[in-house]
């Protein structure tokens, strides 16, 4: 089974700096996606940024990148010039690539808050 | 932009009463789920659901649980007999495609056993 780690569970930074996230999962499949969900207190759950495992180029999404290490099993969000609106519960998630529909796995998520 | 709507957004109910939560996926998405988070815990996984039949589904769903297309537009949660803990926030999800597809998700329904 799959597991997703992040060992972070509260973080805080200041307004313009820039904040890594630390994610790790264990898993025995090669091909497979990973995900970073931001949760603000509104807890409506919004997809920040997505990775395929088969490529090598990390993705990037304005302010928002990751650092996927696929040797590591390390998949880190990095935010760049943070924002008020960026405080919120960020989760990583880990999906098996298979035919049929194959669930997100959830670290136990990291609490950012974003401090004027 | 389109977008998974749930409704209601917030329900109590008393300990062994039958809920149904209700979810409209966006319109072209053929893959839909259901996920839990009991407060402070992590979202689970629940079940999920393609051409009208459950395609999989965790050890937490289990017989007081089920699930519906009704229609072309609902997808619905029935708790058979809800307990103390079945109180959490319920997220519906849904997905053009699998295999790794984006998996948007609703607001959520936050339930109160009571």
């Known amino acids: 089974a799959q597991t997703v780690t992040q060992s972070q569970p509260e973080m805080s930074v200041q307004e313009a700096e820039t904040v890594t996230l630390s994610c790790t999962y264990d898993?025995?499949?090669?091909?497979?996606?990973l995900f970073w969900y931001k949760q603000p207190p509104s807890r409506q759950m919004i997809l920040v940024i997505r990775?395929?495992?088969?490529?090598?180029q990390n993705a990037t999404e304005n302010r928002f990148s990751v650092n996927f290490q696929k040797a590591a099993k390390s998949f880190s969000l990095k935010i760049s010039d943070s924002q008020l609106g960026d405080t919120a519960m960020y989760f990583c998630?880990?999906?098996?690539?298979?035919?049929?529909?194959?669930?997100?796995?959830f670290g136990k998520g990291t609490r950012l808050s974003v401090i004027a | 932009e389109p977008e998974v709507t749930q409704t209601p957004s917030h329900q109590v109910t008393q300990m062994g009463q039958e809920v149904i939560l209700r979810c409209v996926p966006i319109?072209?998405?053929?893959?839909f789920y259901w996920y839990r988070q009991i407060l402070g815990q992590k979202v689970e996984f629940l079940v999920s659901?393609?051409?009208?039949?459950?395609?999989?589904k965790s050890e937490i769903f289990d017989d007081q649980f089920s699930v519906e297309r009704p229609d072309g537009s609902n997808f619905t949660l029935k708790i058979r007999s809800t307990k103390l803990e079945d109180s959490a926030m319920y997220f519906c999800?849904?997905?053009?495609?699998?295999?790794?597809?984006?998996?948007?998700f609703g607001e959520g329904s936050w339930l109160t056993v009571v």
């Open positions: 998630a880990f999906m098996k690539l298979l035919s049929g529909n194959t669930p997100l796995v």
């Open positions: 898993t025995s499949e090669n091909n497979y996606y």
């Open positions: 659901f393609y051409n009208n039949e459950i395609s999989e």
């Open positions: 999800a849904s997905s053009v495609e699998t295999g790794g597809n984006t998996i948007y």
């Open positions: 990775q395929e495992a088969y490529k090598q």
């Open positions: 319109s072209n998405h053929l893959y």
